[in-house]
Protein backbone atom coordinates (compact mmCIF):
# COMPACT_ATOMS: atom_id res chain seq x y z
CA UNK A 1 0.00 0.00 0.00
CA UNK A 2 2.45 2.58 -1.02
CA UNK A 3 1.64 6.25 -1.03
CA UNK A 4 -0.77 5.42 1.78
CA UNK A 5 -1.00 5.90 5.74
CA UNK A 6 0.28 2.00 5.87
CA UNK A 7 3.83 2.49 4.45
CA UNK A 8 4.58 4.72 7.45
CA UNK A 9 6.37 2.76 10.11
CA UNK A 10 4.62 4.32 12.92
CA UNK A 11 1.25 3.50 11.49
CA UNK A 12 2.15 -0.14 10.80
CA UNK A 13 3.42 0.11 14.89
CA UNK A 14 0.06 1.55 15.81
CA UNK A 15 -1.83 -1.56 14.22
CA UNK A 16 0.97 -4.05 15.70
CA UNK A 17 0.59 -2.30 19.54
CA UNK A 18 -3.22 -2.00 19.43
CA UNK A 19 -4.32 -4.99 17.77
CA UNK A 20 -1.83 -7.38 20.12
CA UNK A 21 -3.54 -5.28 23.60
CA UNK A 22 -7.24 -6.53 21.91
CA UNK A 23 -6.15 -9.99 21.10
CA UNK A 24 -3.95 -10.82 24.86
CA UNK A 25 -6.42 -9.21 26.58
CA UNK A 26 -9.44 -11.05 24.66
CA UNK A 27 -7.28 -14.09 25.42
CA UNK A 28 -7.75 -13.61 28.89
CA UNK A 29 -11.18 -12.49 29.30
CA UNK A 30 -12.49 -15.44 26.70
CA UNK A 31 -11.04 -18.24 29.44
CA UNK A 32 -13.16 -16.31 32.20
CA UNK A 33 -16.12 -16.06 30.46
CA UNK A 34 -18.05 -18.07 31.92
CA UNK A 35 -17.21 -17.46 35.42
CA UNK A 36 -20.01 -14.44 35.83
CA UNK A 37 -22.36 -11.75 33.65
CA UNK A 38 -19.60 -9.34 34.05
CA UNK A 39 -16.29 -11.26 32.09
CA UNK A 40 -19.32 -12.31 29.49
CA UNK A 41 -20.48 -8.72 28.62
CA UNK A 42 -16.27 -7.64 28.57
CA UNK A 43 -16.19 -10.59 25.98
CA UNK A 44 -18.57 -9.42 24.18
CA UNK A 45 -17.33 -6.10 23.77
CA UNK A 46 -13.80 -7.32 23.24
CA UNK A 47 -15.04 -9.79 20.37
CA UNK A 48 -16.31 -6.74 18.77
CA UNK A 49 -13.33 -4.80 18.49
CA UNK A 50 -11.39 -7.58 17.41
CA UNK A 51 -13.50 -6.89 13.93
CA UNK A 52 -13.98 -3.54 14.27
CA UNK A 53 -10.00 -2.41 15.24
CA UNK A 54 -8.80 -4.23 12.06
CA UNK A 55 -11.42 -3.04 9.56
CA UNK A 56 -10.84 0.77 11.31
CA UNK A 57 -7.06 0.38 10.21
CA UNK A 58 -7.85 -0.92 6.90
CA UNK A 59 -10.53 2.24 6.29
CA UNK A 60 -8.10 5.16 7.88
CA UNK A 61 -5.18 3.85 6.19
CA UNK A 62 -6.65 4.42 2.72
CA UNK A 63 -5.21 7.02 0.52
CA UNK A 64 -6.86 10.63 0.84
CA UNK A 65 -9.76 11.22 0.32
CA UNK A 66 -11.00 8.18 1.02
CA UNK A 67 -10.77 8.33 4.92
CA UNK A 68 -12.37 11.55 4.83
CA UNK A 69 -15.37 9.64 2.92
CA UNK A 70 -15.16 6.89 5.70
CA UNK A 71 -16.28 9.54 8.04
CA UNK A 72 -18.45 11.30 6.31
CA UNK A 73 -20.52 7.48 5.62
CA UNK A 74 -20.41 6.48 9.43
CA UNK A 75 -21.92 10.17 10.29
CA UNK A 76 -24.70 9.82 7.63
CA UNK A 77 -24.88 5.97 9.44
CA UNK A 78 -25.33 8.02 12.56
CA UNK A 79 -27.62 10.34 11.31
CA UNK A 80 -30.09 7.46 10.08
CA UNK A 81 -29.77 5.70 13.80
CA UNK A 82 -31.08 9.23 15.45
CA UNK A 83 -33.89 9.65 13.01
CA UNK A 84 -35.10 5.88 13.23
CA UNK A 85 -35.29 6.47 17.52
CA UNK A 86 -37.22 10.21 16.41
CA UNK A 87 -39.52 8.27 14.74
CA UNK A 88 -39.02 10.31 11.63
CA UNK A 89 -36.89 8.49 9.43
CA UNK A 90 -40.95 8.25 7.03
CA UNK A 91 -40.06 12.59 7.06
CA UNK A 92 -38.30 11.92 3.82
CA UNK A 93 -37.29 15.68 2.96
CA UNK A 94 -35.84 16.58 6.59
CA UNK A 95 -33.59 13.41 6.20
CA UNK A 96 -32.16 13.70 2.88
CA UNK A 97 -31.40 17.27 3.93
CA UNK A 98 -29.16 16.25 7.22
CA UNK A 99 -27.55 13.92 4.87
CA UNK A 100 -26.98 16.65 2.10
CA UNK A 101 -25.83 18.89 4.85
CA UNK A 102 -23.31 16.07 6.77
CA UNK A 103 -21.74 15.20 2.89
CA UNK A 104 -21.48 19.18 1.96
CA UNK A 105 -19.30 19.28 5.42
CA UNK A 106 -17.16 16.91 4.37
CA UNK A 107 -16.27 18.53 0.94
CA UNK A 108 -15.98 21.96 3.32
CA UNK A 109 -13.73 19.49 5.55
CA UNK A 110 -11.53 18.38 2.40
CA UNK A 111 -11.41 21.84 0.95
CA UNK A 112 -10.44 22.82 4.34
CA UNK A 113 -13.29 25.89 4.40
CA UNK A 114 -13.86 26.14 7.80
CA UNK A 115 -15.69 29.45 7.15
CA UNK A 116 -18.82 27.70 5.12
CA UNK A 117 -18.17 24.46 7.41
CA UNK A 118 -19.22 26.83 10.51
CA UNK A 119 -22.30 28.29 8.46
CA UNK A 120 -23.96 25.00 7.62
CA UNK A 121 -26.54 24.59 10.30
CA UNK A 122 -27.82 27.68 9.33
CA UNK A 123 -27.77 26.52 5.86
CA UNK A 124 -29.62 23.18 7.17
CA UNK A 125 -31.71 25.47 9.51
CA UNK A 126 -32.66 27.65 6.34
CA UNK A 127 -33.26 24.50 4.17
CA UNK A 128 -35.64 22.56 7.21
CA UNK A 129 -37.56 25.61 7.06
CA UNK A 130 -38.48 25.54 3.60
CA UNK A 131 -39.90 21.64 3.34
CA UNK A 132 -43.07 23.00 5.56
CA UNK A 133 -44.12 25.83 2.93
CA UNK A 134 -43.24 22.89 0.09
CA UNK A 135 -45.52 19.88 1.46
CA UNK A 136 -48.20 22.58 2.86
CA UNK A 137 -48.09 21.77 5.82
CA UNK A 138 -47.37 23.12 9.38
CA UNK A 139 -48.32 20.19 11.58
CA UNK A 140 -45.52 19.43 14.08
CA UNK A 141 -43.25 21.27 11.82
CA UNK A 142 -41.73 22.99 14.65
CA UNK A 143 -40.70 19.50 16.37
CA UNK A 144 -39.55 18.20 12.85
CA UNK A 145 -37.25 21.33 12.21
CA UNK A 146 -35.92 21.33 15.71
CA UNK A 147 -35.02 17.48 15.67
CA UNK A 148 -33.53 18.04 12.19
CA UNK A 149 -31.21 20.85 13.32
CA UNK A 150 -30.08 19.22 16.52
CA UNK A 151 -29.07 15.94 14.51
CA UNK A 152 -27.01 17.39 12.02
CA UNK A 153 -25.39 19.33 15.08
CA UNK A 154 -24.61 16.38 16.45
CA UNK A 155 -23.85 13.56 13.95
CA UNK A 156 -22.68 16.24 11.06
CA UNK A 157 -21.06 19.31 12.66
CA UNK A 158 -20.22 17.75 15.66
CA UNK A 159 -18.82 14.48 14.35
CA UNK A 160 -16.79 16.02 11.48
CA UNK A 161 -14.82 18.25 13.16
CA UNK A 162 -12.68 14.57 12.91
CA UNK A 163 -12.71 15.51 9.26
CA UNK A 164 -11.34 18.76 10.00
CA UNK A 165 -8.90 17.44 12.05
CA UNK A 166 -7.18 15.43 9.14
CA UNK A 167 -5.53 18.81 8.16
CA UNK A 168 -3.25 18.59 11.25
CA UNK A 169 0.32 17.59 11.08
CA UNK A 170 -0.25 13.91 11.00
CA UNK A 171 -3.59 14.42 11.26
CA UNK A 172 -4.66 10.39 10.45
CA UNK A 173 -2.81 9.39 13.38
CA UNK A 174 -4.56 12.13 15.59
CA UNK A 175 -7.82 10.91 14.46
CA UNK A 176 -6.85 7.24 14.96
CA UNK A 177 -5.50 8.19 18.60
CA UNK A 178 -8.91 9.86 19.92
CA UNK A 179 -10.76 7.02 18.29
CA UNK A 180 -8.70 4.81 20.52
CA UNK A 181 -8.87 6.77 23.97
CA UNK A 182 -12.50 7.54 23.69
CA UNK A 183 -13.65 3.67 23.14
CA UNK A 184 -10.83 2.48 25.73
CA UNK A 185 -12.78 5.07 28.38
CA UNK A 186 -15.89 3.82 27.70
CA UNK A 187 -15.18 0.18 28.14
CA UNK A 188 -13.17 0.50 31.35
CA UNK A 189 -15.68 2.92 32.77
CA UNK A 190 -18.22 0.64 31.88
CA UNK A 191 -16.37 -2.62 33.23
CA UNK A 192 -15.41 -0.53 36.13
CA UNK A 193 -18.17 0.70 36.82
CA UNK A 194 -19.73 -2.27 37.55
CA UNK A 195 -16.83 -3.08 40.87
CA UNK A 196 -16.29 0.26 41.72
CA UNK A 197 -17.63 2.75 43.75
CA UNK A 198 -21.50 2.75 44.61
CA UNK A 199 -22.46 6.01 44.31
CA UNK A 200 -23.98 6.32 41.14
CA UNK A 201 -23.38 9.90 39.00
CA UNK A 202 -26.72 9.87 37.43
CA UNK A 203 -28.33 7.25 38.28
CA UNK A 204 -31.99 8.04 36.27
CA UNK A 205 -30.18 8.32 32.98
CA UNK A 206 -27.18 5.63 33.15
CA UNK A 207 -27.00 3.40 35.86
CA UNK A 208 -24.35 2.12 35.19
CA UNK A 209 -21.91 5.02 35.66
CA UNK A 210 -20.44 5.37 38.67
CA UNK A 211 -17.81 8.51 40.26
CA UNK A 212 -15.56 5.81 41.20
CA UNK A 213 -15.49 4.40 38.30
CA UNK A 214 -15.00 7.21 36.00
CA UNK A 215 -12.19 8.75 38.34
CA UNK A 216 -9.95 5.14 37.46
CA UNK A 217 -11.21 4.83 33.94
CA UNK A 218 -9.89 8.83 33.66
CA UNK A 219 -6.45 7.98 34.91
CA UNK A 220 -6.25 5.05 32.74
CA UNK A 221 -7.24 6.78 29.71
CA UNK A 222 -4.53 9.41 30.95
CA UNK A 223 -2.10 6.61 31.02
CA UNK A 224 -2.69 5.20 27.60
CA UNK A 225 -2.57 9.03 26.26
CA UNK A 226 0.96 9.22 27.39
CA UNK A 227 1.94 5.96 26.44
CA UNK A 228 0.84 6.57 22.77
CA UNK A 229 2.02 10.18 22.53
CA UNK A 230 4.16 9.17 19.82
CA UNK A 231 1.05 9.52 17.57
CA UNK A 232 1.01 13.26 18.47
CA UNK A 233 3.01 15.75 16.59
CA UNK A 234 3.96 16.77 19.42
CA UNK A 235 4.38 14.93 22.35
CA UNK A 236 4.74 17.13 25.42
CA UNK A 237 2.79 16.84 28.13
CA UNK A 238 0.46 19.50 27.58
CA UNK A 239 -0.69 17.78 24.53
CA UNK A 240 -1.61 14.12 25.88
CA UNK A 241 -2.97 15.77 29.14
CA UNK A 242 -5.17 17.36 27.08
CA UNK A 243 -6.71 15.02 24.60
CA UNK A 244 -6.79 12.38 27.73
CA UNK A 245 -8.80 14.83 29.58
CA UNK A 246 -11.06 15.79 26.76
CA UNK A 247 -11.37 11.82 25.46
CA UNK A 248 -12.58 10.92 28.87
CA UNK A 249 -14.89 13.66 30.30
CA UNK A 250 -16.25 15.19 26.56
CA UNK A 251 -16.59 11.37 25.92
CA UNK A 252 -18.38 11.07 29.11
CA UNK A 253 -20.98 14.03 28.20
CA UNK A 254 -21.47 12.69 24.61
CA UNK A 255 -22.42 9.24 26.03
CA UNK A 256 -24.77 10.89 28.40
CA UNK A 257 -26.49 13.23 26.22
CA UNK A 258 -27.15 10.51 23.80
CA UNK A 259 -28.67 8.13 27.03
CA UNK A 260 -31.37 11.41 27.30
CA UNK A 261 -32.51 11.20 23.66
CA UNK A 262 -32.70 7.04 23.87
CA UNK A 263 -34.38 7.20 27.10
CA UNK A 264 -36.52 9.96 26.39
CA UNK A 265 -37.39 8.54 22.76
CA UNK A 266 -38.09 5.07 24.83
CA UNK A 267 -36.03 3.45 21.98
CA UNK A 268 -32.73 1.51 23.06
CA UNK A 269 -31.12 0.15 20.39
CA UNK A 270 -32.07 0.69 16.45
CA UNK A 271 -30.82 -1.02 12.98
CA UNK A 272 -28.03 -3.85 12.99
CA UNK A 273 -26.63 -5.10 16.32
CA UNK A 274 -23.34 -4.77 16.45
CA UNK A 275 -21.53 -7.23 18.87
CA UNK A 276 -21.02 -6.36 22.58
CA UNK A 277 -22.27 -2.26 21.74
CA UNK A 278 -25.82 -1.73 20.37
CA UNK A 279 -26.34 0.22 16.88
CA UNK A 280 -24.27 2.44 14.54
CA UNK A 281 -24.96 5.48 17.15
CA UNK A 282 -23.15 3.68 20.24
CA UNK A 283 -19.98 3.31 18.73
CA UNK A 284 -19.87 7.40 17.49
CA UNK A 285 -21.79 8.93 20.47
CA UNK A 286 -18.63 9.61 22.59
CA UNK A 287 -17.03 11.35 19.44
CA UNK A 288 -19.62 14.24 19.21
CA UNK A 289 -18.66 16.12 21.57
CA UNK A 290 -14.59 15.03 21.83
CA UNK A 291 -13.82 16.02 18.01
CA UNK A 292 -15.15 19.83 17.99
CA UNK A 293 -13.31 20.52 21.43
CA UNK A 294 -10.15 18.75 20.40
CA UNK A 295 -9.97 20.85 17.05
CA UNK A 296 -10.27 24.09 18.60
CA UNK A 297 -8.10 23.46 21.79
CA UNK A 298 -5.61 21.69 19.66
CA UNK A 299 -5.68 25.23 17.63
CA UNK A 300 -4.95 27.28 21.15
CA UNK A 301 -2.34 25.01 23.06
CA UNK A 302 0.33 26.48 21.33
CA UNK A 303 -0.63 30.00 21.98
CA UNK A 304 -1.29 28.76 25.26
CA UNK A 305 1.40 28.63 28.38
CA UNK A 306 1.11 26.01 30.79
Known amino acids: MTGTSWSSPVYQQTVFIVLSIIFCSGLIVYF ?4 NYYFNVSWASIKSWLVVAPLLFILMGLPNPLPLVVLVTLGIMGAKVYFQIMGMFHRSYFVLICYAGIIALGACAYFDRLDVYNVMPMIVLGASCLVPLILNSYKRMI ?26 ENGIYQVIYLIILTEF ?29 LFVSLL ?42 RRDA ?23 FVAPIYYYLMLALPDMSL
Do not use: E
Not at 186 to 213: M, Q, S, V, W
Not at 238 to 254: D, E, M, P, R, V
Open 185 to 213: CDNTNIALGRYIGKKKLFPRLNPHRTIAG
Open 266 to 288: GVRIVGPFIIGRGDYLHRMDRLI
Open 143 to 168: QYMSLTLLGFIFLGWCFMHLGLILHF
Open 32 to 35: FRKQ
Open 220 to 261: LTLFLAGAMRFLLPDGSQKYWLTAGLIASLGGFLGDLIMSVI
